[in-house]
C-alpha cells in the first residue's frame, strides 16, 4: 500500500464529495463555453456593430456570467475543503507533511478540473445550439440568422477553465495553509450566536420590505406627476427592502417563543436551536439565496418583456410604411409591384398620398434644474400634417375633423407620456406664408404607422382648413407617403431587403436627415447665426441605417434586425435566470449537507434520548424546509411584486401584453418552486444519510 | 523520555488573558504509563495540545528523547509526529473510507516504509490487541472499543517514543474501556512503550504506573501505582474527591 493508494482509495470512497464540485465545475464552464460559442460565433459577430453598445453588453454579459459562475463554483467548494477537513486533519496528525497533502490536492483539483471541463466545453456546443433555436422559436428565423459555430468559443471555455482551476487552487491552498491543526479538526464544528432577536422585528422587516419597494419605485414617478420634480438616489431605497429581508429571514431562523401556542414551541423546539446555533451565516446565506431568486423571477420577467416586445414591434398600421420629400425622385408603385412579382410576393393594401409639413405651436414638458415644467413651444418646429381626404385614403378610416380643429394621430394602445401631450397643440403655420390657423384639440386617431413619421406627433386637419394652410407652400414641405402590406408578411424578408435597397439608391440629398433633423428648428438657428446639432447626415452604405428621418419601416425588416439587439438581452435575461437559479440551488444544498454535518451529535444525542427515526426526521425535515422554503417564498413574491411595480410604475397602467407577461411570470415561479422542491428532496435524502437516518 | 519544563499557556478572549498551564513541569519515564487527571478547567487537555504541539505554547519546553520539539518548522514537526509521537483520540480519528488494517498500516504508507514488513507488523498488531477478525471491514462497521484499539494499534505502527492519548476511553461502555486500557498495558509490556493519556475515567487511570492531578494549571499532586489497582483507585477517589466535583473536562 502506498499514499497513492490509500488517496485512490478514499477517493473511492468518498465520490460524493467530488461530484457535487464536478457538477459545478462542469455547469460553470458549459454555461460559458455555450454562451461563447454563440458569441463568438460569426453570426452575432456579424450582427453586432464594432464598438456598439450591443457589443458591450454582451461582453458585460459574458464577464457577468463568468463572475457568477465563479461564485457559485468557489462557493460549492467550500463544502468540499470541509469535508475533506477531518481527513486532511488525521494525516497531518500521522504526520504527514502539508506539502505532500497540498500536492495531493492540487493534483486532484487539476484532474477533476481538466476532465469536467473538457466535459463542459464539449456539450456548450450542442447546448448553445438548443438555446439558439429555442430563441429562434420566439424570433423570425431567416438565413441571417442561422446557427454558426464561433471557434472563439473554444478559447473563451477554456480561458474560464484556467481561471475557474486558478480560483479553486487558491481556495485549496488556503484550505491546506491553514496551520493549526486544532482549527482543521474542529473546522466543522464551529458555532455562533446571536442577539436575542425581538419580536418587532418581523413586522419591522415587512415594513422595510414595503417602504424599500414602494419608495424605490414608485417616487421618482410621483415626484415627477405629483410635485414635477426630479428626485435623485431614489434607487437608494432599494436598501431599506435588504435591510428588510435580512430581519424577515433573522426572525424567521432564530425567533421562538413561548406564546400560547405551547405544542408549537415545544414542538419546534429542537430544530430551531439547531438554527440558531448558526443563525448568523444562515441568514447570510438565506439573504443572498432569497437575492438569487429575486434575481432570477425578475430577468424572466425582463426577458419575457423583450420578446413581447419583438412580437409587438411592428405593431403599426401597415407591414410597409414610406415617407419622404416629395420632391425626390422614389420608387414607383410599378417598381415596388415589380420587386413583389419577382420575390413571389403578393401585395395588398396599397395606398399613397401627400401631406405637408407645417410649424407648429404646442406646449409640452421641459426639465430644468431638477424640475419638471411646462413650456409653450410657439412656432417652433414641424410637425407632418394631412387632410381628412388623404388621412382616409391612407388608412380607410374617415377621421370626421371640424373645422378649427385637430385630431392627433397615435399608435394603437397609446399612453402618453409626460414629455409630449396628444392635446398640447394650439396653432399651425405656413412655413412659407406665415398664414397662421389657431386649432383646438379634437381627439385622437389611431394610425401607428403615420405616427412614426412626425415628432411629436402628426396631425389630420379638416380639409378646407388644409387647403388654407397649404396655400403658397414650397414642395420642399411637401411629403409623400406610401403604405402597404403583403399576404404573407413572414415570407417577405427578400423582397423588403431588395426593396429598401432599391429605396435606399434613389435617395437624393434632401433625404439625407437623422431621425431628430427639423428644417425649420435650422432655419431658425441660421437667422439667429447658431450651429445646427441635427445637420449630420446618416450613412446610407450601412447595412442597417439606425437614425434616418426617412427610412423605411418595413415591419419583417425591423422584426429580424431587432433579433440582433433582442437576442442579446433575451441571452442576457436567460443567462442570469439560469445562473441565479443554479447559485441558489447550490447554496442551498451546500447549507443543507453542512448543516447535517454540524448537527451530526445532535442527531446522536437524539437517539441516545430516545427520539425513534420519524422524530429525528421530523427534525432534519422542518430544518431544511425552512432552508428552503423562506428564502424561495420570499425571492419569488419579491421578484414578481417588484415585477408589478415596474410595469405599473413605467406607464401607470397594465397594458393586455403586460398582464400576459405577469402570468407568464407567476408560472415560471411555480417551475423555480417546483425546481427547488427537487433540490430539497435531493438535499434531505443528503442529509438524512449523513445523520444516519 | 518526555520532559516539560516550566510550561506557559494562557488563553486571551479578546481583552481578557486567562492562564491555563502555570510554569508546569515534570518527567515521563521510557515505558511508563502515566495519566494526567483534574477537574474541569484544570488544563489537562491543553498539556496534551500543546505536547502535541497541536497549539503553540507561550514559553517553556517540550524535551521529547532529550530533544525540544516546541517551535519546530512544519516540515519537521510533521516527520516527529508520523515517527515519534502516536495519537490516539477520544473520537477514535479513523478514516472511514479506509479499513481497519489500512488505517493501522497509514503511519508507515506516510513514512513510506517497506510494504511487506508493514503489513506483516499490522497483522501482528490487529493479534495484539484482538482485532484481527474485523481487520478487513470498515469503522462504520465495528464497535468502539474495536475502533479506539485500531487507533491504538495504528499509534503504535511506527513505535513512537510515546503514545498521546486524549480521553481515549472517554466514548465507550465498560467492556471496551478495559479492552482498550489492555490494549495500552499490552504495549508497554510487549513493546515497551510509552503511554502519556488524560482522563476524567479514575478506573482506566489506576491501570496507570503514575498519575499527575493537575488542578487550576499547576500539579496539585502526583500518586504512584504501588500496591494492588484497587487500592490505587481508591487513593485517586480521595484525592479527586479532595479536590472537589468529579473531574469531566472538556478544556
Known amino acids: ?693 | 523520555m518526555l520532559n516539560v519544563r516550566h510550561l506557559n499557556k494562557t488563553y486571551t478572549v479578546g481583552s481578557n488573558a486567562y492562564p491555563v498551564l502555570k510554569d508546569l513541569s515534570f518527567h515521563v519515564r521510557k515505558g511508563e504509563f502515566v495519566a494526567v487527571m483534574g477537574p474541569s478547567g484544570s488544563g489537562k487537555t491543553t498539556l496534551l495540545n500543546c505536547i502535541s504541539c497541536f497549539i503553540p505554547h507561550d514559553n517553556g519546553e517540550i524535551l521529547l528523547n532529550g530533544k525540544d520539539i516546541s517551535g519546530l518548522p512544519e516540515q519537521k514537526m510533521s516527520k516527529i509526529r508520523n515517527r515519534h509521537l502516536g495519537f490516539v483520540f477520544q473520537d477514535f480519528m479513523l478514516l472511514d473510507g479506509l479499513s481497519v488494517f489500512e488505517n493501522i498500516c497509514l503511519p508507515q504508507v506516510i513514512a513510506k516504509r517497506p510494504i511487506v514488513q508493514m503489513e506483516e507488523k499490522a497483522r501482528r498488531l490487529c493479534r495484539l490487541f484482538g482485532i484481527e477478525k474485523v481487520m478487513e471491514k470498515y469503522p462504520a462497521e465495528i464497535s468502539g472499543g474495536e475502533k479506539q484499539r485500531t487507533a491504538v494499534a495504528r499509534a503504535l505502527m511506527n513505535q513512537p517514543y510515546i503514545i498521546l492519548a486524549d480521553e481515549p476511553t472517554g466514548n465507550l461502555d465498560s467492556r471496551s474501556c478495559k479492552a482498550v486500557i489492555d490494549a495500552f498495558l499490552r504495549a508497554k509490556e510487549e513493546m515497551n512503550a510509552t503511554v502519556f493519556m488524560v482522563t476524567h475515567d479514575s478506573y482506566a487511570a489506576s491501570f496507570c504506573d503514575r498519575v499527575v492531578v493537575l488542578k487550576d494549571g499547576v500539579i496539585h499532586t502526583e500518586l504512584t501505582h504501588k500496591e494492588s489497582r484497587r487500592a490505587f483507585m481508591d487513593e485517586l477517589l480521595d484525592v479527586l474527591r479532595e479536590l472537589g466535583g468529579d473531574s469531566d473536562d472538556d478544556e
Open chain 1, 1 to 693: 500500500m502506498t499514499m497513492n493508494k490509500v488517496f485512490k482509495k478514499l477517493r473511492g470512497r468518498n465520490k460524493k464529495q467530488y461530484q457535487l464540485l464536478a457538477f459545478c465545475i462542469f455547469l460553470s464552464v458549459l454555461l460559458v463555453s455555450a454562451f461563447s460559442f454563440m458569441y463568438f460565433g460569426p453570426t452575432v459577430q456579424e450582427f453586432l456593430p464594432e464598438g456598439g453598445d450591443t457589443r458591450k453588453l454582451a461582453n458585460l454579459l459574458l464577464g457577468v456570467t463568468a463572475a457568477g459562475c465563479c461564485i457559485f463554483t468557489v462557493y460549492a467548494s467550500t463544502l468540499f475543503f470541509r469535508q475533506k477537513s477531518r481527513e486532511y486533519g488525521i494525516f497531518l496528525a500521522l504526520g504527514e507533511p502539508k506539502k505532500e497533502l497540498k500536492a495531493v490536492l492540487f493534483t486532484e483539483l487539476s484532474i477533476l478540473c481538466a476532465s469536467t471541463s473538457l466535459a463542459g466545453i464539449l456539450c456548450g456546443i450542442p447546448v448553445s445550439y438548443l438555446i439558439w433555436k429555442l430563441f429562434e422559436l420566439f424570433l423570425v428565423s431567416t438565413s441571417r440568422t442561422g446557427y454558426r459555430f464561433g471557434m472563439g468559443g473554444f478559447l473563451a471555455g477554456i480561458l474560464f477553465a484556467l481561471l475557474l482551476a486558478l480560483l479553486l487552487g487558491v481556495t485549496g491552498r488556503l484550505f491546506v495553509s491553514r496551520t493549526d491543526i486544532m482549527d482543521i479538526l474542529k473546522a466543522g464544528q464551529k458555532t455562533e450566536t446571536v442577539k436575542e432577536v425581538k419580536p418587532y422585528i418581523l413586522p419591522l422587516g415587512v415594513g422595510l420590505i414595503a417602504a424599500g419597494i414602494i419608495l424605490g419605485s414608485g417616487l421618482q414617478i410621483a415626484a415627477a406627476y405629483l410635485f414635477r420634480r426630479l428626485i435623485p438616489g431614489t434607487n437608494l431605497f432599494y436598501l431599506l427592502a435588504l435591510a428588510g429581508i435580512y430581519l424577515v429571514l433573522l426572525s424567521a431562523v432564530s425567533q421562538s417563543r413561548l406564546g400560547r401556542n405551547k405544542s408549537k414551541f415545544y414542538k419546534n423546539m429542537v430544530s430551531v436551536s439547531m438554527m440558531r446555533f448558526s443563525a448568523k451565516s444562515t441568514t447570510r446565506n438565506m439573504c443572498v439565496i432569497v437575492l438569487m431568486l429575486f434575481s432570477c423571477i425578475f430577468s424572466s420577467f425582463y426577458g419575457m418583456l423583450y420578446t413581447t416586445t419583438a412580437q409587438t414591434a411592428s405593431g403599426g398600421l401597415r407591414g410597409f410604411a414610406l415617407h419622404y420629400p416629395a420632391r425626390e425622385d422614389q420608387i414607383t408603385q410599378a417598381d415596388i409591384e415589380d420587386t413583389a412579382k419577382k420575390h413571389a410576393v403578393t401585395l395588398k393594401d396599397f395606398c399613397e398620398g401627400d401631406g405637408a409639413n407645417l410649424v407648429i405651436s404646442y406646449k409640452a414638458t421641459d426639465y430644468d434644474d431638477g424640475k419638471y415644467i411646462d413650456v409653450d413651444k410657439k412656432e417652433a418646429k414641424l410637425a407632418l400634417f394631412l387632410s381628412c381626404e388623404i388621412y382616409e385614403a391612407l388608412t380607410g378610416d374617415e377621421p370626421d375633423v371640424p373645422a378649427g380643429s385637430y385630431k392627433t394621430v397615435t399608435p394603437a394602445d397609446y399612453k402618453e407620456n409626460i414629455w409630449d401631450h396628444t392635446d398640447g397643440l394650439y396653432a399651425a403655420a405656413n412655413p412659407d406664408t406665415g398664414e397662421n390657423l389657431p386649432l383646438s384639440f379634437g381627439g385622437t386617431l389611431t394610425a401607428g404607422s403615420i405616427y412614426a413619421m412626425s415628432m411629436p406627433y402628426a396631425y389630420v386637419i379638416n380639409d378646407g382648413d388644409y387647403a388654407s394652410l397649404t396655400k403658397g407652400i414650397s414642395p420642399d414641405y411637401a411629403e409623400h407617403i406610401v403604405l402597404f402590406d403583403v399576404t404573407d408578411p413572414d415570407s417577405s424578408y427578400d423582397f423588403a431587403k431588395d426593396l429598401y435597397g432599391q429605396y435606399v439608391s434613389h435617395a437624393g440629398d434632401i433625404s439625407l436627415h437623422i431621425g431628430n433633423y427639423d428644417a425649420w428648428e435650422e432655419r431658425l438657428c441660421l437667422k439667429q447665426g447658431e450651429e445646427y446639432g441635427y445637420s449630420p447626415k446618416p450613412d446610407l452604405s450601412e447595412d442597417i441605417i439606425d437614425d434616418w428621418k426617412y427610412g423605411p419601416a418595413f415591419a419583417i425588416i425591423t422584426k429580424v434586425d431587432s433579433l440582433q439587439l433582442l437576442s442579446i438581452y433575451v441571452m442576457l435575461c436567460l443567462y442570469i435566470f439560469i445562473i441565479c437559479l443554479s447559485a441558489a440551488a447550490v447554496m442551498s444544498y451546500v447549507r443543507s449537507v453542512s448543516i447535517a454535518e454540524n448537527n451530526r451529535t445532535l442527531f446522536d444525542n437524539l437517539e441516545r434520548l430516545g427520539a425513534d427515526v420519524s422524530y429525528r426526521d421530523d427534525i432534519l425535515k422542518k430544518q431544511l424546509s425552512r432552508i428552503f422554503s423562506y428564502p424561495a417564498v420570499l425571492g419569488c413574491f419579491l421578484g414578481f411584486v417588484f415585477s408589478v411595480f415596474m410595469t405599473w410604475t413605467n406607464d401607470r397602467r397594465f397594458t393586455a401584453d403586460e398582464i400576459t407577461t405577469l402570468m407568464i411570470i407567476l408560472g415560471v415561479i411555480v417551475l423555480v418552486l417546483a425546481f427547488l422542491y427537487g433540490v430539497y428532496y435531493f438535499s434531505r435524502a443528503a442529509a438524512r444519510r449523513i445523520v444516519g437516518l
